[in-house]
């Protein structure tokens, strides 16, 4: 399995660019499936989450090109690209071996229910990050018409055709707001779903389904109203640039006490992370809506955050804030609201001379801490991004190893450090097993 090795110590100082949203593209490669046309998608990251939503789909029928195959993920290329194909769907079924590992796949639920009648899809299980179950997805097809029976491990769900209902959702969630989006579009007469996620992912499938014919009300707002029509046809999308990437980048350029430039991003997404840098004593430009600069702070002073739904801090920046937390002045708090179980990136942070505690959903963090280079592991895709993070400003060279869950959401992380200054080597190993079928817990 390939690792990482960071030598830290070096500012970050230069321009970096953003890749287009994961969790973005994943949604809106499920869309696909909404339509006989083909459907072509740009700004698709070169990640492995990507490849595996692709695998998804052709494991259905689809065709599905993406500029990117399998393969190298330690390379830059030209654009990513994606086409898509879901003419036939012979096998509409999001098999177990798939759903293992990447629980993202359970988006494929409604638009197969809304294309093709029936759908099975196997439970995603728990992750690594916590339960994670799927049952407001359900109930909210079931209330557009579905029947759902569960049987060896899958879920199967029939309608002829969904019809449009009202559904308020018991808590805010995000690929459920996408999944009965999806769902809704091709149902027929009018679908309500109120207390929805605003993500701006959400907003992204919805502007791409807009471009596909359907008509959509709200989204990014908590109420949607959608109109269903009978059919969509092909568009071609482009996927705004990825938040969460940018936001680790500008952590990277302020923990290292850089001078970085964060371009090809979206400025207007990252409210809640810029306000809390600024708190913590970063020096924080936005030059724009697509850049954002980040300066050495004369003294990084503890800040407390606490995840929430967009608008608020996001789940997916608090391993990132946490590295960051360890170099600040006082006690910061940081609290996880979101999942019950994503606090994996502590115990190796604290391997690296991290002072933190852990008490229920709040850890505690005592800072600065001079952090030393150490022998660490990723258990998921954010906390190896807090565990680079940590490597950049450590004494003496960090080895991280299974980089395989960074992969599924940073493109070409390594280059795209290395160009700004930061001396990150990725080590291959040519006879460990294929890292794809080592991956089972998924983000
Ligand atoms: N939940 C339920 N019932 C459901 C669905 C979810 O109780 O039917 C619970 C989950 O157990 C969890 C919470 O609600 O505790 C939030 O889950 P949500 O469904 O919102 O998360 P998700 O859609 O599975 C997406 C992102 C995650 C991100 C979360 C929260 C994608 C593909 N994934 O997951 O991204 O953390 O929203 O913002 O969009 C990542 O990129 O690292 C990642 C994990």
């Known amino acids: ?25 994943l949604p809106c490669m499920a869309a696909a499936i909404l339509t006989e046309d083909e459907v072509t998608l740009e700004n698709i990251p070169h990640v492995r989450d990507i490849e595996t939503e692709r695998r998804l789909l052709t494991s259905m029928g689809a065709e599905v090109e993406l500029r990117h195959p399998a393969g190298s993920f330690s390379s830059a290329g030209p654009e990513d690209r994606t086409t898509i194909s879901c003419r036939t769907l012979s096998d509409p079924v999001a098999r177990y071996e798939i759903v293992k590992t990447m629980r993202a796949t359970s988006l494929v639920l ?51 055709r969904l019809r449009g209902a009202h559904f308020v959702f018991d808590r805010i969630i995000v690929t459920g ?42 989204a990014g707002t908590a ?21 969460i990437e940018a936001g680790t980048l500008l952590i990277a350029g302020a923990i290292t006490g850089g001078d970085l430039i964060v371009s090809n991003c979206n400025s207007a997404h990252l409210g809640a992370l810029l ?44 391993a990132q804030y946490m590295a960051l937390a360890t170099q600040a002045e006082g006690v910061s708090l940081v609290r996880e609201n979101i999942f019950e179980n994503r606090f994996m990136h502590v115990q190796e942070l604290a391997r690296m001379g991290a002072n933190i505690k852990i008490e229920g959903n709040t850890a505690t963090v005592r800072g600065p801490a001079s952090l030393s280079a150490a022998a660490v592991m990723c258990s998921d895709l954010r906390a190896s991004a807090s565990l680079v993070l940590a490597a950049l400003v450590a004494d003496g060279e960090t080895i991280i190893d299974r980089v395989y869950h960074m992969d599924r959401g940073y493109e070409h992380i390594e280059e795209k450090l290395r160009g700004v200054g930061a001396q990150i080597q990725r080590l291959g190993n040519l ?6 079928e080592a991956v089972t817990s998924a983000e």
């Open 431 to 436: 006879f460990a097993p294929r890292e794809a």
């Open 275 to 318: 306000e809390k840098l600024r708190e913590a004593g970063v020096r924080v430009e936005v030059l724009g809506p697509a850049a954002v600069r980040v300066r050495a702070a004369q003294r990084l002073g503890a800040a407390d955050i606490s995840t929430e739904e967009y608008p608020g801090f996001p789940t997916d920046m608090q």
């Open 177 to 218: 707001t996408e999944d009965l989006l999806m769902a809704a579009v091709l149902a027929e007469g009018e679908t309500l779903l109120e207390n929805c996620a605003r993500e701006p992912e959400v907003a992204d499938l919805a502007s791409l389904l807009t471009a596909m014919g359907a008509q959509i009300e709200g």
């Open 110 to 160: 409604g638009p197969l229910v809304a294309r093709a009648g029936v759908a099975r899809v196997a439970m995603p299980g728990g992750c690594a990050i916590g339960a994670r179950p799927i049952d407001l997805h359900i109930k909210g097809l079931e209330k557009m018409g579905a029947t759902i029976t569960q049987e060896h491990g899958y879920i199967e769900a029939r309608a002829d």
């Open 223 to 243: 109420t949607i109203r959608v109109e269903g029509v009978s059919s969509l046809h092909g568009a071609r999308y482009r996927i705004n640039p990825d938040r």
């Open 1 to 25: 399995m390939d690792k990482f090795v960071i030598r830290g110590g070096n500012p970050l100082v230069g321009t970096v660019s953003v890749s287009g949203a994961k969790n973005s593209a």
